[in-house]
């Protein structure tokens, strides 16, 4: 197993939405942070941790990090995620903004949606070149069975939060949507709700990485984008996209953010 000194950041990973994605974990603590518990989740199922923004790690610590990169390191996108939902960071702004003077790749923010509704939390990600976020679910009951979320969140703020986020955003807007068996029967009503989005690309995926939830199969995959592409918004499957060869800083670390790829 490769090793490295590197504590906040790691891959590059080979995503399918993002090419070569260089993690950026703004959290990085023992226990997952996140306002939701995902029935999928690849990293472990946890407690919905509450909603409180704070500084997790200091900005000059991940940027003296990123600083050390090899030379030689490809990288298609800078992307905040990691072990929790990364706006919970209350330097994330800060981040993009210090991450932006020293590289030159874009930077994207996978968020779970949850925080959309605060201004400072939208100003910050108004900073990224990307935003990626989640809607797995139409309703607070499918919310719940799908997200298991912190008490606070209520669905239809969720998705006016998802709307407002998107008049305001001008660079590449994406939703990414989970589907699992318990919310595979939903999709008409969900691609409903995204066309109302109005993203930029709605990537639809299935856990294909061990986890307590069985993926679907392309077959039923392909059925449920046929769903979305009657939005008129272009829409891609995990199993449309091939992957890129890359080489983690280290695995160890890549494995604890993102599970066991397969």
Known sequence: MKKSNF?????????W???ASLGIDALSQKTKQCGFDCIYCQVGRAKPSPMCRKIFVPTKKIISEIRKLPKNTKIDYLTFSGNGEPTLAKNMGELIEEVKKIREEPVAVITNSALLGRKAVRDDLLKADLVMAKLDASSQEL???????????????LVLNLKKFRRDYKKIFALQIMFVKE?????????????KIKADFIFINTPLRPSGCRPLSAVQMKKIKKEFLKQGIETISVFDKARKNTLPLSIEATIKRRGISK
């Not at 969900?190 to 066309?195: D, P, Q, R, V």
């Open 7 to 15: 504590k906040y950041i790691y891959g590059p990973v080979s995503s």
């Open 17 to 19: 939405r993002l090419g």
């Open 143 to 157: 919310l719940k069975t799908v997200n298991n979320p912190n008490e606070s969140i209520v669905f239809s703020d």
């Open 183 to 195: 919310n595979c029967g939903y999709a008409d009503s969900i691609a409903c709700l995204a066309g």
